[in-house]
C-alpha cells in the first residue's frame, strides 16, 4: 500500500465515522424533541419508533451494510458506550461474528456483555475454527460447548489444538484452511481441481504438497502452476527447501521470518513432519499490531488494554498498579532530598538545578531501553555480544554526559558564578548519564532473562532510579564539596 493509498484509507474510515456519528445526532435529536412533547406517554414512544427506528435508524443500518467488519470496529472502538451498543443492534446479525474478531478485546468484552448465549452461538458459527479459537477466551463456558457440538469431529480437533498453544506462539496463529495436493498428479488435474472451489482460501499463494498421511512434501507456488504446460507433474515443479514453522514456534519470530522473506503465506508442520496448518500475512499483520499496542501500554505500566470510553472506575483500576509503584518510589526519592536538608538550605540554587539531573538522565535511559526492546524483539541481542553492547551504551552516556553535562555546568557556573556548582552540576550529569544507559540496559535484559515481557513497567522503573539516584549523586557531591 502506497503513502498515499493510506491516506485515501484513513479518510475513508473517517469519513465513514463522521457520517455515523451524524445520524446518532439526528437520532438524539429527534428522540429529545419527541419526549417534550405534551401527549401522553403511549402516543411519545409510538412518535419515537416512527421517527427514529423507520428513518435514522434504518439509514444507519444501511450505512453499516456496505462497510467492511474492520470498518465497523473502527467505528464502534471510537463511539462512547450508548452510541457504541446502539450502532451494535443495527448491524445484520450474521455479520456479529466478523466484527467481534476485529474489535479490541476490551470492546469486544463490552459488546458481548450485551449478547445473548443464542446470539453469541450464531455468531460464533459463522467463522472459520482459527477464528473461533481467537474469540474462545471471551466467550461464556456453554457458548463454547455448543459451539464445540456444533462442529464436526475434524473441526473440534482444530479448535482444541488452536486453543492449547499460548497466545504468542504459531499454532495460536495459524489457519486450517489451506489447499492440499498429491506430488504424483499433473498440472491439469490440480487445475481442474482448484475450479471445484468457489474461491481460494485468502491469501493463498502457495499449494501445500502432501502425501496420503499428511506428511508435508513441499509446496507449488501458484505462479509456477499458471505459466507451465499442463502435462507437468507437480513432482516435478515443487519446492522442497522451503521455510517451515511449527506450532510452538514463537509468533515474533515467525513474523520476523514473514518480513526477512516477503512471505505470504507458510506451512506449519508439527514435530512427525505432518502439515497442520498455515500462517498467512494477515495473521502476522495483526499480530504485530497487537504487540505494537501492548508494548505501548506496557511501557507506560498499564496492566491491560483499555476502552478509551469504559467507566472512570474500571479505567482508574486499570492504572492503579504502576502508580501505586510510581507513589512508592516517588516517596523514596523524596526521602533522598530529605537526607540533604541541609545542603539545600545552605545552597538553595540546588533545588533549581538538580531536576535538571534528573530529567535528562531519564530520557537518556528511555532512548537506550528503546534500542535494547526492539533489539530484543528482532532477536539481535545474545550472550556472546550483549557485553559489548553493555560497553557501547556506557560510552554514549559518557560521551553525552561530558557534552550536555559540560553544557549544563557552564549555564549553572554563568547564572550563580560558582564554579564548583558548575563543576558538580558536569560531573552529576556525567554520572546519572552512566547509571542511566546501566539501567536501561539491565532493566529489559532482565525482564527478557525471566520470561516476562521486557517492556513492562520499563518506564516507570527508569524514571524511579533516574530520579532518585540523580538526586542522591548530586546533592550528595554537593554535601561533600560545598560543605567542606
Known amino acids: 500500500m502506497t503513502e498515499n493509498q493510506e491516506h485515501h484509507y484513513t479518510e475513508d474510515v473517517q469519513e465513514h465515522l463522521h457520517e455515523v456519528e451524524h445520524l446518532l445526532e439526528k437520532h438524539a435529536l429527534v428522540e429529545t424533541v419527541a419526549h417534550q412533547q405534551e401527549m401522553p406517554r403511549d402516543e411519545r414512544h409510538i412518535l419515537v419508533d416512527k421517527l427514529l427506528q423507520k428513518q435514522h435508524l434504518a439509514e444507519l443500518g444501511q450505512k453499516l451494510a456496505t462497510l467492511h467488519p474492520a470498518d465497523i470496529a473502527y467505528i464502534l472502538e471510537a463511539l462512547p458506550i450508548e452510541q457504541r451498543l446502539l450502532v451494535w443492534e443495527q448491524v445484520e446479525a450474521d455479520r456479529d461474528g466478523e466484527i467481534l474478531i476485529e474489535v479490541s478485546d476490551a470492546v469486544r468484552e463490552s459488546l458481548i456483555a450485551t449478547m445473548s448465549g443464542e446470539e453469541l452461538l450464531e455468531a460464533t458459527e459463522q467463522l472459520d475454527t482459527d477464528e473461533i479459537a481467537d474469540l474462545a477466551p471471551d466467550l461464556p463456558h456453554d457458548v463454547i460447548f455448543e459451539v ?33 495436493i498429491r506430488e504424483d498428479v499433473s498440472l491439469e488435474v490440480v487445475t481442474r481441481y482448484l475450479r471445484r472451489f468457489d474461491e481460494l482460501p485468502d491469501h493463498t499463494d502457495l499449494l501445500f504438497i502432501v502425501d496420503r498421511e499428511d506428511n508435508f512434501k513441499g509446496v507449488l507456488p501458484l505462479k509456477r502452476l499458471l505459466v507451465h504446460e499442463p502435462e507437468t507433474e507437480v513432482a516435478a515443479l515443487m519446492i522442497t527447501e522451503t521455510v517451515i514453522l511449527h506450532p510452538d514456534d514463537k509468533a515474533d519470530h515467525a513474523a520476523q521470518t514473514f518480513e526477512r522473506y516477503d512471505l505470504v503465506s507458510a506451512p506449519v508442520v508439527d514435530a512427525k513432519g505432518m502439515l497442520v496448518g498455515r500462517l498467512t500475512v494477515n495473521s502476522v499483520m495483526d499480530f504485530i499490531r497487537a504487540e505494537s499496542e501492548s508494548d505501548v501500554l506496557n511501557l507506560a505500566g498499564l496492566r491491560e488494554e483499555e476502552d478509551i470510553f469504559a467507566s472512570v472506575w474500571k479505567s482508574a483500576q486499570n492504572r492503579w498498579l504502576w502508580l501505586a509503584l510510581n507513589l512508592c518510589t516517588a516517596f523514596f526519592a523524596s526521602r533522598v532530598i530529605g537526607m540533604f536538608e541541609g545542603t539545600i538550605a545552605k545552597f538553595v540554587a540546588l533545588a533549581t538545578l538538580m531536576p535538571i539531573v534528573a530529567g535528562i538522565a531519564g530520557n537518556s535511559a528511555n532512548q537506550t531501553t528503546t534500542i535494547i526492546i526492539r533489539a530484543l524483539a528482532l532477536g539481535q541481542i545474545s550472550s556472546t555480544n550483549a557485553r559489548r553492547l553493555v560497553g557501547k551504551e556506557l560510552a554514549i552516556g559518557a560521551l553525552n554526559g561530558l557534552v550536555w553535562g559540560g553544557i549544563a555546568g557552564l549555564f549553572a557556573f554563568l547564572l550563580y558564578e560558582n564554579l564548583l556548582i558548575g563543576v558538580i552540576m558536569t560531573s552529576a550529569m556525567l554520572l546519572n548519564l552512566l547509571l542511566g544507559a546501566l539501567v536501561g540496559l539491565l532493566i529489559p535484559l532482565t525482564m527478557q532473562k525471566l520470561g516476562r515481557d521486557p517492556a513492562i513497567g520499563s518506564s516507570v522503573l527508569l524514571t524511579a532510579i533516574t530520579d532518585s539516584g540523580g538526586f542522591f549523586i548530586f546533592l550528595g557531591l554537593a554535601t561533600l564539596f560545598l560543605t567542606n
Do not use: C, H
Not at 159 to 173: N, W
Open 148 to 180: 464445540f457440538k456444533s462442529l464436526s469431529i475434524e473441526e473440534r480437533e482444530q479448535l482444541r489444538s488452536a486453543m492449547s498453544y499460548p497466545e504468542d506462539a504459531v499454532g495460536a496463529l495459524m489457519d486450517f484452511d489451506m489447499v492440499t
